[in-house]
């Protein structure tokens, strides 16, 4: 460890770690062992993102679908405004919990991959266990699709044009394949593109946040705005009808924190950011303020204008009547909902160019077949591998679910499973303080937030044993089968890892280990290699 304890003083605040060199083309040989991990790594692609290209990376991650289409949902889980706006606030706490926690993982280990270079670091034993675990749900759970979906149901609103599934499905799977043939051919265009989307979908959150700061102030002489806006009279009985189960609850809950989710973005690719450590300890904290003040004006603005009852019936269309009311039919049907459409197509851009780059960190490790096809940045200078990775699933999960329940249910399984790998990561740090003091942390978590991370983590999976009245929460069908997914998921990578990493090599006499390599494109690699046995 001397030798890292040596590099860590220098490189992770200076300007050597902004150099677009990576380290092995200076003679030095490459080296994939985990230690590495707390050495900062520059990316074949080179150091792209700057500040703004970071926080945009971050906020427009987090200010996606969520802010325009989960509230109506939430509301009506909850049946209650003062319930629902209480799951706000506590939701921005379980948010900056868990910033926290990845703001220490991330600069203690600045390197790409986010949390599977976490969990694999924390928890070297069993071998490839924790690898294995990461490499599954992001390939089956790193899809992109609720951002697709919302994209496709405002662009037809906007035109007037009926919803079917056939044209909402048509439109989300073009955006879908724009993107990654953007990403996948034209690196610095598609940062520029995603940095211009990003500084729209913050103007636009902010201009919805003051109009309803305006209607409420000057509510008579609100006619001078336009004739269509009123004041919810229900912020008189702010607790009425308030749904208390906590199985229902949860799913609530699983919504507020897809809203936030995203803090940790710039962790996926510290490879490609200057100053990887200085910029992440600033970046997340301001994206964190940035999105709990516009999501509480947001939300105000939409409980004042838009009326109880039909807040509930919205749906996912909740920000298409905020607008359709306060600004008539024209500006309001048309012009602003094409302006979330564009807003949620922007936070697909950064969702997909984060996750590939997490996709080709777990090819350059060996658990995915191609592996050596999937790890290279041939012939563009960019992730395809990666990017075609996540396409596919995305492909699916939009094309093969029939409308409905189809979005919530997408949230709430994407939110489930990554419960246990929070709870993993947040019993991880309070391991490493203990046990790797040598290490260097730039940043550390404030103590009662680890510890309050780990009971809602524990709190949200203990949620569908708690079953609602009617046995249904924010779908048709049974309230639980998120759960049943999500715990399938996790299953079936556990017997994997059993039967391929222990099973197979018992039963034929081999032991597996890993070999690095080097691509013809300067990539390095891990190849798992089957040595028999003595």
């Known amino acids: 460890m001397a030798s890292a304890d040596s590099n860590e003083r220098e490189p992770l605040l200076s300007s050597t770690a902004s150099s677009s060199t990576p380290e092995f083309q200076q003679g030095t040989k ?74 220490e993982y991330g600069c203690m280990l600045p390197r790409s991959g986010g949390d599977k270079v976490y969990l694999e670091f924390t928890y070297q034993y069993p071998k490839f266990f924790a690898s294995t675990l990461v490499a599954v749900q992001a390939v089956l759970l790193g899809f992109t699709a609720s951002n697709c979906i919302i994209f496709g149901e405002y662009v037809l609103f906007a035109f007037g044009i009926e919803v079917t599934e056939w044209s909402q499905k048509t439109l989300a799977v073009g955006l879908l394949t724009w993107i ?33 700061v305006f209607v409420v102030l000057f509510h008579k002489d609100a006619s001078q705005l336009t004739a269509h806006a009123t ?73 004042s204008v838009v009326p109880l009852a039909e807040v509930k019936e919205s ?41 590939a780059r997490v996709n080709q960190e777990i090819a350059r490790q060996g658990f995915l077949p191609y592996s050596k096809l999937l790890s290279s940045s041939k012939p563009f200078g960019a992730p395809m591998g990666g990017l075609i990775v996540h396409y596919i699933p995305s492909l699916l999960v939009i094309a093969i679910p029939p409308r409905g329940d189809v979005y919530n249910f997408i949230l709430d399984v994407e939110g489930y499973p990554g419960q246990f790998f929070a709870l993993a990561l947040a019993l991880g740090l309070l391991w490493l303080r203990r046990k790797r003091r040598d290490l260097k942390r730039p940043f550390k978590a404030w103590l009662p937030a680890v510890w309050i991370r780990i009971a809602l983590c524990l709190a949200l999976i203990s949620a569908p044993f708690f079953p609602p009245k009617d046995g249904k929460a924010d779908v048709g069908f049974f309230y639980a089968t998120y759960a049943i997914v999500g715990i399938s998921i996790i299953l079936f990578a556990i017997l994997y890892w059993y039967i391929y990493f222990i099973v197979v090599p018992k039963w034929k006499n081999y032991r597996i280990e890993e070999v690095t390599e080097v691509l013809d494109d300067g990539t390095s690699i891990t190849r798992l290699v089957n040595i028999k046995n003595d």
């Open 180 to 212: 990654t043939v953007v990403h996948g051919c034209f690196l610095k265009m598609g940062i520029r593109i995603q940095d211009f989307l990003g500084w729209i979908k913050v103007g636009l959150v902010l201009f919805m946040a003051l109009t309803g």
């Open 315 to 355: 749906g996912e269309m909740i920000a298409a009547l905020f607008f359709e009311r306060v600004f008539g039919e024209h500006l309001g049907r048309t012009v602003l909902p094409l302006a979330i459409a564009l807003s949620a197509a922007g936070n697909v851009m950064v969702v997909t160019f984060t996750l």
């Open 231 to 303: 004041r919810n009279d229900a912020w008189d009985a702010l607790w009425k009808d308030s749904n208390w189960g906590w199985g229902t609850l949860s799913t609530a809950i699983f919504k507020v924190s897809y809203c936030y989710a995203g803090l940790q973005n710039v962790n996926n690719v510290l490879n490609e950011v200057k100053n990887p450590v200085r910029t992440l300890k600033t970046v997340a904290p301001a994206a964190f303020v940035t999105a709990l003040l516009l999501y509480l004006l947001v939300n105000f603005a939409y409980l």
């Open 30 to 103: 490459p080296s994939r062992h985990v230690e590495d991990s707390t050495i900062p790594e520059t990316a074949i692609l080179g150091r792209n993102l700057s500040w703004s290209s970071a926080y945009i990376l971050v906020i427009s991650r987090v200010i996606g679908s969520g802010i325009f289409a989960t509230p109506g949902s939430i509301v009506k889980t909850t049946g209650s405004i003062g319930l629902a706006m209480l799951l706000w606030i506590g939701g921005s706490f379980i948010a900056w919990c868990g910033m926290v926690v990845s703001l």
